[in-house]
C-alpha cells in the first residue's frame, strides 16, 4: 500500500513562512494529482492547492499569491510553500492522493498574531 508521510508545519508569527512537504512511498508505480487540504476547528476540510503530474495547479481564492504547490516527481514528493501566513491559515494540513485513496497523517500549521 503506498503512504504519504508529511513534514513541516509548526508555530510562525504573521507575516512568516513555512514549507509543507508530502512524500509517497511504497508500491508506486506512478503518481497523478496531488493536493493539500486543511481543516480548521468547527470547519469542513478544504482543498487549498492541487497539482497535477503534468504541473498544473490550482489555489483557494484565500492562499492565492501567496502559497505555491511544487513537486518532485524524481522524489514522488509534494510541498506547499506557504508565505505572508494569517491567523486564518491556522488549521491542521493534510496532503492528499486521490489515486490511491489515502492521506498523510495530517500537521499543524499555527500562525500567531
Known amino acids: 500500500q503506498v503512504e504519504l508521510v508529511q513534514s513541516g508545519g509548526g508555530l510562525v508569527q504573521a507575516g512568516g513562512s513555512l514549507r509543507l512537504s508530502c512524500a509517497a512511498s511504497?508500491?508506486?508505480?506512478?503518481?497523478?494529482?496531488m493536493g493539500w487540504y486543511r481543516q480548521a476547528p468547527g470547519k469542513q476540510r478544504e482543498l487549498v492547492a492541487a497539482?497535477?503530474?503534468?504541473?498544473?495547479?490550482n489555489y483557494a481564492d484565500s492562499v492565492k499569491g501567496r502559497f505555491t504547490i511544487s513537486r518532485d516527481n524524481a522524489k514522488n514528493t509534494v510541498y506547499l510553500q506557504m508565505n505572508s501566513l494569517k491567523p486564518e491559515d491556522t488549521a491542521v494540513y493534510y496532503c492528499?492522493?486521490?489515486?490511491?485513496?489515502?492521506w498523510g497523517q495530517g500537521t499543524q500549521v499555527t500562525v500567531s498574531s
Open positions: 492528499h492522493a486521490p489515486q490511491y485513496v489515502i
Open positions: 511504497g508500491s508506486i508505480f506512478s503518481i497523478n494529482a
Open positions: 497539482i497535477t503530474s503534468g504541473g498544473s495547479t
